[in-house]
């Protein structure tokens, strides 16, 4: 059974409180939970990791590695403008991965636009809200069954 991980990065634990007109009213644990019970389904287990601290998205990542983790799904949160440390990290360790983003990034501040992963992630997924962790689920699923069956 494939295993994948999804990562949230900084702030995302303020999900439901922080801007809701920009991220929704949807916690990260029922986020998480939803992830958790749609991952089963499609016949994966999934684990969730969420920090604000960079370091400890970085180990986690290398830890993915040691994990056999099949696939990624990535919510960098404000890393995305500033982290060529974690992109590193998925480099390195060559773990295909989805970067998603509740709010539609290109539509907010200028600064919002530049991504350090989007150019080494297998897919972006951009302003669909909380269900945007769903499609990435769906994505993540259909690759890795892709991939499996060559």
Same mark, same amino acid.
């Given at each position: ?15 439901? +409180? ?5 991220? @929704? /009213?949807?916690?990260?644990?029922? %986020?998480?939970? $939803?992830?958790?019970? *749609? =991952? ?29 983790? +099949? ?5 960098? @949160? /404000?890393?995305?403008?500033?982290? %060529?440390?974690? $992109?590193?990290?998925? *480099? =390195? ?29 297998? +897919? ?20 890795? =069954? ?5």
């Amino acid at each position: 059974m494939p295993s994948f991980l999804l990562i949230n990065g900084p702030n995302l634990n303020l999900l439901g +409180s922080r801007e809701p007109e920009v991220y @929704g /009213a949807t916690s990260l644990d029922d %986020i998480e939970e $939803r992830a958790k019970s *749609l =991952a089963t389904e499609l016949g994966h287990e999934l684990e969730c990791y969420q920090s604000n601290a960079e370091h400890e998205l970085i180990d986690r990542v290398q830890q993915a590695a040691t994990d056999k983790v +099949s696939f990624i799904i990535l919510n960098p @949160g /404000a890393f995305t403008h500033t982290s %060529i440390a974690l $992109r590193d990290a998925l *480099l =390195a360790v060559k773990i295909p991965f989805i970067e998603l983003h509740l709010s539609n990034t290109f539509a907010r501040e200028e600064f919002r636009h530049n991504s350090y992963f989007s150019d080494i992630a297998q +897919s972006c997924l951009f302003g669909f809200g909380a269900y945007g962790y769903e499609l990435a689920l769906h994505a993540a699923s259909n690759y890795v =069954a892709g991939r499996e069956g060559k």
